[in-house]
């Protein structure tokens, strides 16, 4: 079983002393990258949920360069201490809360500084953000927020003393120099001094700074009080000389004082500042901020994707435009040639400084492009080449991503749209479906221009062949307008010839046929229109080949035509559904068609078409289907109904999981197995057939994590129940959904439930403990309620017997 | 304003810069070009005009340089065939029907209506013989490939006379046809052999050194013939009559080998050419303009190009670096190409390497004091093993490119309408729609620049590829613009033909529905059976 697709950018990455690896938060591990290639060299593994901060520990001399020591922090309430050469988990310090945030002030002071401190009192101090969880329960007005010191150098670390408590955990920022930290919270600027002292006792004085807006950023200068920040109108202020009267040090205490009277420029109320300047370019908020080294300029970014690099003292700017997604971090590396800036869709770009040169970027799987309203459900931005377990992915860039599920590496990108991405702009240009042939050889697009006050619209349907050299694909063909003003609704590949299909709610579909079946070479290879058909002029809906290709299937609306694809015939017509099929697909080699529709009542049949009838159906809402080419398997990913899910018992089974991965045999409408999973909407399954002809199964959740895994074998269970338990996103829960989902199967609940426990049987081993639950005649049974808790206790049971 | 701008790209840079682009058209279905048709189209064309009447014959004089000899109305013309420009005219007493250089390209002959054979020398005016015996207009006349002695003609009167030039007398009357005689041929391997054809249908095949005899072979082609040519081996001929070309075996006993008829008019004249690869083609042009490259030994017309009048004559200079063929009209299309001449490439090597020398001695000359010094080196080539570090090319971006780089819509949109490329317009109309600009271009147009895209609505908002966008443009143009579009008169014109340009398209998509109403139901009969 495989996992991957984490999110890159939940909290900034960090380089290692030698600047040559970059460490980054995924998920509940942390990833180590070289520097050099981009490639994952490492993973520390053992936090059991999201790591929320990293620190290296940083060298002070050049021989500690080679040290590979970091500190991470969890929301699972723990900090460890690493060794991420090994690597190796040299401490865990429980905290017992969610930490989101940690500095570690001592770590950054003047190295003579450390060691002295440390012989003297033998502690090493930590202020960590986190959130009380104890006050949850009583109600949302406590401020769950705390900002707690910790120290670190004992073994077990008491409740630290707060000081400052807010509504939500803030992000703590320190100084470069390690003589102040901070928080922002709403329109205010918390300030903090670390005391210098040894003592234990001594209390870090605070001040405030105040602005009118929401302060999104903010940093402080590496040598001078100096500190920035940036609000959500995309202003930079500047405050000089903060804390002189509040912060000042005690020889320095009467000196100060002088100067308090002074006009101070800019400066709001009472704040204990010498100026506030202002520096405006941004159009939207800051979300980076970061000083350089020497203090000399300020690098600022945001929502518009440009790094803006100010000379401090003159207030110049130097940009890094069109970087296309909205920065979220700036991090420098100890190398001064080296920073990383990290983007909102997965990518962390390298930069060479100071000419700010993209050297090389790590690509996560890209985030889903957000579509207008009316293409919300009706969009298919994810296709799977089985063979090589490619996955084909829509992004906001009008591109497509190919990304390797087996290695979780980004392949290569192709530009579907030539088109720059703008964040923040109006989207006119929509890439709404992407189709790959079976062998992955050919791609299809259709990207759709949106109209300007009703003219101008445009739709385009391009094929693509592959490049199998460099991984990539070259365009092929393009179809402007292939129906009409109408747009495409679906693409469907012939299994094994070059031939597809596309549908469109203009009522009509065409088959299109490659003519590169003469043994052409690729270069010359165009698709051309073979056929087209219509049924009574209704919208066509979906389409899908049967696994020997002999049978196309349209749907038009409540309809399913079958037809001859080669004389393109009208076979036959099967029966009506309640309401408009949005997928098809067929069911293997087997003659069973599966069908699913979502508005407005949510349906998922399956057909047989040698008897031209209805086999059986459900009620649920489907978001994908997929068929293995062999076996008559196919699977689903149904999204479990909200009502079902807000039942007060059911609430806890689900913990969050709004979805659910249903296998099928064939005719059979008892599932083989049931996998619930989170996030469900907007997602994609498919069966993965390797080269070891094992058959695999990969689902895409709606914000790109992923899993892949036997759909087949037990013991993928438990494997992830030692590699991977609790990752965050997809959580294997076994066999529970089918309890979970039998109670919402209406139309077939009332039949099915004497069929209970013969349904148990196939699925469940006998070594399972819960087995003895199912056993017995259904009339015996407990109540739905009852018999989910005590099935969920047993499964607990089982997990722990395994993580021990 | 500057024209160009070249924006150097990083490679790493995440988002390039992409140019508006015209939709791309559909490639034409046509093959792509063969070797055989590329040689045949590399023939530069030179034409030659102010002949006054019908080219009724061409030939080439069988040795270096080459000379040409058309026949028009009553005249012989000799051209060089490398400037293709006249040297010499030969006056008949009626119009020439036929003329023909001796092997050795010193002397040719011609006859004309009135009957009469005549022999010159290139090189004189007066004739040195001239063959009279012919009762009717005298159609060909023919030397042998080697004798310098003989040669043959044919006339009207059906009679194919042998004739010994130096004494002016008739050495045998062959006879036989019974029509018109009007082509014939010598074999290239028989001095003796020769082949007339007829408008009597027939070609007859004979042997000189028999006297007084019949004729050896006959072989019908079904139509008057009108040109008949010996194929290199010598024992194939092509036949031309009326639109078809026939190649028979005489070895085999005279039978059919293959035809062409892809003319669609009579076939005047027949010619074998030879391609670079020694393989030969028999080229025929006809009455319809066309002339046809004829593969015969794959049976397959390989090339075929259109000429703008009525073809009367063909020939190819034996080096095959030109080929003429006359028109009815008086025109000679001519072509010519270049061939590549060893000895010159040669010479011009020597050449270069005398001026390198050159260039040597005076780059060792060259002093801080003249400027050259600061240039030299800057033209050196890279020689094989240097390691070439190549030079990222810059984007070339047109001007409203760069005027939408820098968001100056409506100036893009002006300077676009400014190039008058329909294509382009539309493209960065799509843009500013992409960008939801462009009725705020609209409604920013200045009077002129108003009229120029009505202008250009005008005239393309029809054109089926670009009517998508323009038609429901030219609407919006028209309600948010028509205040200031009212009461101007510079705008009359071109709303009147803007109207009449729709009402043009509605009546076309009328008929259009019509036809398809007729269709259908024949569509939907056909579909059933």
Sequence with gaps: MIRGGRSYVTSPPSFSNDAKKLLVCTGNTVSVFSAATGLQITSLEGHTAPVTTLIVVPASTPAQKILCYCWTASLDGTIRHWDFSGPELLKTIDAQLPIYSMVIPSLLSEPQQIDKRRELSGKLVAFVSVEDISVVNEGSKELRGHIRRFNLAKPRVPRGDTLKETAEPESIVISPSGEFFGICHKCKIHIWDIPSGGSRHAVSRKMTLHHTKVINAFAFHPTERVIAAGDVTGRVLIWRGFGNRKLALGNQKKKVRATVDLDNPGVRGEDDTESCTTWHWHSAEVNVLNFSSDGAYLYSGGREGVLVVWQLDTGKKKFLPRIGSPLLYFVWSPDPTLSSVVCADNQIHLLKMPSMEILRTISGIKTPPSLPRMYEGLASTVAFDRSSGIAALCTENYCVQLYNLLNDRGISEIQVCERNHQPGDEITVVVTAVALSLDGSVMSTTEVKLPEDGIGGLVSLKFWASEPDSKTFTLSTIVYEPHRDARVSAIAFHPTRSMAVSTSFGGDFKIWVCNSDKKQTDKDSSWICHAVGSYKKKPMTAAAFSGDGTVLAVAAENVITLWNPYKNILLSVLGTTLTPVTKLCFAGKSEFLVSASHFPRPELSVWNTSKLSLSWSYGLRIEAVTSAVDSSAFAVLAVIPKSFKTDESNENIFRGRDGAILLFNGSDPKPVSIWTVIKAKGGSISFLEGDKSQLRLAYVNGSREYVVFDPNSDESHERSAVDYDSLTGLEETGDAGYTSLYGQLPDYDKKRMEDVDSLATPFISSERPWETIFSGSTLNFPPLQKLCAEFFESLMEKRTAVVE | ?529
């Design chain 2, 1 to 529: 304003m500057e024209e160009e701008l070249r924006v150097r790209l990083n490679d790493h840079q995440v988002s390039k810069v992409f140019p508006v682009k015209p939709k791309s058209t559909a490639k034409p279905v046509s093959k792509s070009e063969t070797p055989e048709s590329r040689y045949w189209s590399s023939f530069k064309n030179h034409s030659i005009p102010n002949l006054v009447s019908s080219v009724s014959a061409l030939a080439f004089s069988p040795v270096h340089p080459y000379s040409l000899a058309v026949a028009h109305s009553a005249t012989v013309s000799l051209f060089s065939s490398h400037s293709l420009s006249s040297s010499r005219r030969f006056s008949f007493r009626d119009v020439v029907s036929s003329v023909c250089f001796r092997s050795d390209g010193a002397l040719f002959a011609a006859c004309d209506l009135s009957g009469v054979v005549q022999v010159f020398d290139i090189k004189e005016r007066m004739a040195l013989r001239t063959l009279r015996s012919h009762s009717a207009p005298a159609r060909f006349v023919k030397y042998p490939f080697q004798d310098k002695l003989h040669l043959v003609s044919g006339g009207d009167d059906g009679v194919v006379k042998y004739w010994d030039v130096a004494g002016a007398t008739v050495i045998s009357d062959l006879l036989g046809h019974k029509d018109y005689v009007r082509c014939g041929d010598f074999s290239p391997v028989n001095d003796s052999m020769l082949v007339t054809g007829s408008y009597d249908h027939t070609v007859k095949v004979w042997d000189t050194r028999v006297d007084k005899s019949k004729w050896i072979a006959e072989i019908n082609h079904g139509l008057p013939v009108e040109d008949v040519v010996y194929l290199p081996s010598g024992g194939m001929i092509a036949t031309a009559g009326g639109n078809s070309v026939k190649v028979w075996d005489l070895i085999g006993g005279g039978k059919m080998v293959c035809s062409m008829e892809s003319h669609n008019k009579t076939v005047t004249s027949l010619c074998v050419g030879r391609l670079e690869s020694a393989e030969s083609r028999l080229v025929s042009v006809a009455l319809d303009g066309y002339m046809k490259v004829f593969d015969y030994g794959r049976a397959k017309v390989t090339y075929s190009m259109r000429f703008p009048a009525p073809l009367m004559s063909l020939g190819l200079s034996p080096d095959g670096s030109t080929r003429v063929i006359g028109g009815s009209n008086g025109m000679v299309f001519a072509g010519k190409k270049k061939l590549r001449d060893v000895v010159e490439e040669k010479k011009s090597l020597s050449l270069w390497s005398v001026r390198s020398q050159v260039d040597e001695t005076r780059r060792r000359a060259l002093r801080p004091t003249y400027f050259r010094y600061f240039q030299r080196g800057q033209s050196e080539k890279p020689s094989e093993e240097d390691y070439l570090v190549k030079e990222k090319k810059g984007l070339k971006l047109t001007r409203h490119d760069k005027l939408l780089k820098k968001f100056r819509h409506k100036e893009a949109l002006v300077s676009v309408l400014e190039e008058k490329k329909p294509a382009n317009v539309v493209a960065v109309m799509e843009e500013l729609v992409a960008r939801r600009k462009l009725m705020k271009c609209v409604s920013n147009m200045e009077e002129g620049e108003l009229g120029m895209l009505l202008g250009f609505l005008q005239r393309y908002c029809t054109v089926q590829r670009y009517s998508g966008l323009l038609m429901g443009l030219t609407k919006k143009v028209l309600e948010t613009r028509a205040e200031d579009i009212k009461g101007k008169t510079e705008f009359t014109g071109l709303l009147r033909n803007l109207k009449r340009e729709v009402n043009q398209e509605i009546r076309i998509q009328q008929s259009l529905l019509e036809i398809q109403g007729v269709i259908a139901p024949l569509m939907r009969i056909a579909g059933r059976s």
